[in-house]
C-alpha cells in the first residue's frame, strides 16, 4: 500500500526555490513512492475531534519554473489517513501558529507529525537556547526600552531583533550611545525584543548546521554581505563550505541529545563563533546549500533515518 505525506506549508506558489528545503523533503518522499498532499495553514482544521485540511494532492519537480502541479482539485481530507505530516510553514511565530500546533496534537499516535507540535510549541527559536547557557553570549528578552539600553550600557555593542521574526528582518545594531531602529519616546515595544552582545565572528559567517535526529548531518557558513550584519540566505548572505570549528561538536552533542528526547527530529541550529545564537525548529533552511558544497544529499538522509525510526517499508 502506498504511504502518504502531508505538508503543511505557506503558499506553495511563493517559495523561494533557492532556499526552500520543504520542496526537497518532498521531491524525496515521492521518490520513495509517498503520495504528497499540500496544505496551507489557514486551511487546517478540528471537526468534532477529527484534524482536517482542505488541500491539493500535487506532484513535485526539481524545475525552478515548474516545481509542482496540482493532481486534484482541493480536496477536503483527514490528516489522520496519513503516515507523516510535516509541519513546515514559517514564522512568525504568533497565535495563529501555536493553534495549529494544538489542533495537530489532536491527531492519533499512528500519524507522525515532524516535527513534534507540542515541541516546536514549547521551544521559541529564540528563547530555547538559554536551555543551554553555557554556550550563548550575554542575551536579554525584555519589552521594555530601558532595559535595551542598559543592556547597551554595559556591552557596548549589541544586536537587537524581534523575539519571533525570521529571515533577518528586523535586525539592527547598536552601539554604545545609540540604540538603532527604534522609537525611543516609547516606555515598551510593540513585541518582545531580544539583545545580544555583538559577535565580531560575524565576519566569518554564521554557522547554519542542521541535525537529523538529533545527530550532526552537515553545516554551512552565512557570510553577511559587504557593509551588512545579516547572514541569512533571505537577506542576502552566501554559502560558504565549512567544517565544525570552535565548538560547534561540543553544541551538537550537547544539543542531540535534547533534540531526540523531544522528538525534535529536523533542527538546524546557529552558531556565531563559539556562541549558539538561534535554535530553528519550525522551518531551517540550508540544505541545498550544504550538498553543493558538500557533495551530499541531506533529503536522503532525512528519509533513511526517518524510514529506519518508524519502519517503513
Known sequence: MRHKIA??????????FTYDSSLMIGLEGQKRNFEIFYYQPNDLFLDEGVVKANGFFVELHDQEKNYFKFL???????????????????????????????LLDCLPKNTIVINNPTSVRNCAEKIMPFKFKEFMP?????????DIKSFLTIHKDIITKPLYGNG????????????????????????????????????EGDRRIILVDGEYVGSVARIP???????????????KKTSLVFRDQQI??????????LDLFFVGIDIIGNYLTEIN???????????????????????????AKYDIV
Open 7 to 16: 505538508i503543511q506549508m505557506d503558499d506553495i506558489r511563493a517559495i523561494d
Open 72 to 102: 486534484s482539485d482541493k480536496t477536503e481530507i483527514r490528516l489522520e489517513e496519513f503516515k507523516f505530516v510535516f509541519l513546515r510553514q514559517d514564522p512568525p511565530f504568533n497565535m495563529h501558529y501555536i493553534t495549529s500546533t494544538y
Open 138 to 146: 550575554p542575551t536579554l528578552i525584555s519589552q521594555r526600552v530601558d
Open 168 to 203: 533577518g528582518e528586523g535586525i539592527h545594531r547598536s552601539k554604545e550611545g545609540h540604540l538603532e531602529g527604534l522609537d525611543t519616546h516609547r516606555q515598551y515595544f510593540e513585541i518582545p525584543i531580544m539583545a545580544q552582545k555583538y559577535i565580531p565572528e560575524i565576519s
Open 225 to 239: 554581505s559587504p557593509g551588512s550584519i545579516k547572514a541569512n540566505f533571505h537577506a542576502g548572505g552566501s554559502a
Open 252 to 261: 551538537i552533542e550537547t544539543l542531540g541529545k535534547e533534540f531526540k528526547k
Open 281 to 307: 525548529v519550525t522551518s531551517p533552511t540550508g540544505i541545498k546549500q550544504i550538498n553543493a558544497l558538500n557533495n551530499v544529499s541531506i533529503e536522503k538522509i532525512f528519509w533513511d533515518k526517518l524510514e
